[in-house]
């Protein structure tokens, strides 16, 4: 049983997840330049394996585009996320990433920026315990919805883009997304916040208290 954003599976009905999305690629309604690639896997308290799947069209990441897969051993049980369907768009690069990473520059200016400060990229590595962590921007180039009202859905509306999160001194980034054929800025989003402590229901340990911090 499924409805656009989750999959149950019929207990008598054994799928892999490592293979699910090739094996369903034409029940899920992919066309021949979706895929769908394995990002990251973990296994929970309570023995059941969550794989994180991220969409990619035509070589290209889609923004929001992802699906998680829960599995007990080898057997899928549930998946659950966002898949972008129908896109049928060709990539358009027109900038150097060196201009798209001027244009995000000129919309989020700073007398000075994170990866300019030793002292912060200190920081930032000891807290990712990774000696190779910066906070300078690496491009990306992701599909992005360009529709104003947020409809992920809306097809005609997506745009191949330069994807950077940039960081004042302050640390109070942003992901900005440039245009790659336009150079104009599509989106952006803050990369910092702060939720209060709260309870809710989980699907798999019941009601859990937790608060929330987006770390750069």
Known sequence: ??????????????????????????????????????DKTETDKIGMTHYRYLQYFKGYKINFGEFMLHSIGSK???????????????????LTKEVA?????????????????????SMYKEILHDVNAS?????????????????????ANYELAYMFDIYPASLDGKRIFISAS???????????SNCDATSTATNFYGSQVFSTRLIP
């Not at 599976?9 to 997840?17: A, G, H, R, S, W």
């Not at 700073?110 to 990229?121: F, G, M, T």
């Not at 906070?135 to 097809?155: A, C, F, H, M, Q």
């Open 1 to 38: 049983t499924s409805n656009a954003d989750w999959i149950n599976i019929k207990p008598e009905i054994l799928l892999d997840p490592l293979t699910f999305f090739i094996s369903q690629k034409k029940a899920l309604n992919q066309g021949p330049n979706d895929e769908m690639r394995l």
């Open 76 to 94: 899928l049980i549930t998946a659950n996320g966002k898949m972008i369907k129908g896109l049928n768009k060709s990539p358009v690069i027109k």
């Open 101 to 121: 990473l001027q244009n995000a520059l000129r919309f989020l200016p700073a007398v000075q920026y994170a990866w300019e400060i030793p002292q912060l990229e």
């Open 135 to 155: 906070y300078k921007p690496v491009p990306e180039l992701v599909w992005v919805s360009t529709d104003e009202r947020g409809d992920l859905k809306n097809i």
């Open 182 to 192: 336009k150079g104009r800025v599509i989106q952006s989003f803050p990369l910092r």
